[in-house]
């Protein structure tokens, strides 16, 4: 006979469901976010479990790495993609876990990639790193902005750094608030620095690495990037596919040729949105292929289309890199 597990997993207890072919419920118990506990609540049916599907929420990390330790076979749930029936009046946790369980029975369970242990720390601390960047960011916008105030006028951002000892006009608060800033920028760049070493130092020169680095804008950062957020390229079954998971993609619902709606801006890997846009821009100002067709896209629309057009052509392109094992072609990418 085989079982099936659903676990509804929160952020201090989980809901564990164990049924058989026919649904019947074998085990229905709230137990705390321990391994032991899950593991002791397992343990009857550990034989006869075909699989444990585990809802993909923040915290996943413990309970999915420590049943593959103890030789459960688990899944990892894509709740974006996971429908309820529509009839419900009424549903809980018990009802959450055995649905996922119900559908594992079915085969027809919606579930998403698992990164190996091995890479997940690099690609989160990259991750880790992005948001730093983004704070930065931040911080010199806060700045500028500060300026825009008291000047009338932008000070480029090169020149923001500069500016308490270039100009002695601000008046004591002001200079307090954009010291602030300085100061908080000052500290990020050191920090990203040391995340960016020690990545690039616990990363192995691989092929697909250096083959990434041959796409226009992409260096030394963005390749493992690329390449950790992508995971397996054989996951995705088209270019299509990995262009609509990196977010490069319309969002866009048609019917009888006429637009109909929108919808799911949000689905797919934000990191992979980020890392082919800041891609396009590094294309755009030193790639002379890329920019002609950046400035024939923006004279039709505009400047973030075009640069939305750019980063689509080079997630296209990232994808037969990493699919075929080939160095990248300007030329045949943007003609």
């Given at each position: 006979m085989t079982l099936y597990c659903g676990i509804d997993l929160h952020s201090n207890n989980q809901m564990v469901v164990v049924i058989d072919d026919r649904d019947r419920r074998l085990?229905?118990?709230?137990?705390?976010?321990?391994?032991?506990a899950t593991l002791n609540a397992l343990a009857p049916f550990k034989a006869d479990l075909?699989?444990?599907?585990?809802?993909?929420?923040?915290?996943?990390?413990?309970?999915?790495?420590?049943?593959?330790?103890?030789?459960?076979?688990?899944?990892?749930?894509?709740?974006?993609?996971?429908?309820?029936?529509?009839g419900l009046k009424y549903s809980d946790d018990q009802h959450d876990a055995f649905w996922l369980a119900h559908l594992m029975r079915l085969g027809i369970l919606p579930?998403?990639?698992?990164?190996?242990?091995?890479?997940?720390?690099?690609?989160?601390?990259?991750?880790?790193?992005?948001?730093l960047v983004r704070e930065r960011a931040r911080n010199l916008t806060s700045v500028q902005n500060i300026l825009a105030r008291e000047l009338g006028h932008r000070v480029p951002t090169s020149k923001v750094r500069g500016v308490l000892d270039a100009d002695?006009?601000?008046?004591?608060?002001?200079?307090?608030?954009?010291?602030a800033n300085l100061a908080v920028i000052e500290t990020l760049d050191t920090v990203i620095a040391g995340i960016q070493t020690q990545v690039l130092g616990a990363i192995q020169p691989t092929q697909r690495y250096q083959q990434l680095k041959t796409l226009c804008g992409v260096g030394d950062v963005?390749?493992?990037?690329?390449?950790?957020?992508?995971?397996?390229?054989?996951?995705?079954?088209?270019?299509?596919?990995?262009?609509?998971?990196?977010?490069?993609?319309?969002?866009?619902?048609?019917?009888?040729?006429?637009?109909?709606?929108?919808?799911?801006k949000k689905c797919g890997n934000r990191y992979l949105a980020w890392a082919f846009s800041e891609a396009a821009h590094f294309a755009v100002r030193y790639n002379?292929?890329?920019?002609?067709?950046?400035?024939?896209?923006?004279?039709?629309?505009?400047?973030?289309?075009?640069?939305?057009?750019?980063?689509?052509?080079?997630?296209?392109?990232?994808?037969?890199?990493?699919?075929?094992?080939v160095p990248f072609d300007a030329a045949r990418l943007f003609g």
């Open positions: 085990l229905e118990r709230r137990v705390p976010n321990d391994l032991d075909l699989a444990v599907a585990v809802e993909s929420t923040y915290n996943w990390y413990w309970l999915v790495d420590g049943l593959s330790d103890h030789g459960y076979s688990t899944q990892l749930v894509n709740t974006a993609k996971v429908e309820q029936y529509s579930t998403g990639y698992i990164c190996p242990r091995e890479i997940r720390e690099v690609r989160d601390l990259l991750r880790k790193r992005l948001g002695e006009r601000f008046r004591p608060a002001v200079r307090t608030s954009i010291a963005l390749a493992p990037t690329i390449a950790l957020e992508t995971g397996e390229i054989e996951r995705f079954k088209s270019v299509g596919n990995y262009s609509s998971y990196c977010r490069v993609v319309e969002s866009r619902r048609e019917s009888n040729e006429r637009k109909k709606g929108a919808g799911n002379d292929r890329a920019r002609r067709f950046f400035d024939r896209k923006a004279a039709r629309r505009n400047r973030m289309v075009a640069i939305r057009a750019v980063a689509h052509k080079l997630a296209r392109a990232a994808y037969f890199v990493q699919r075929d094992r």
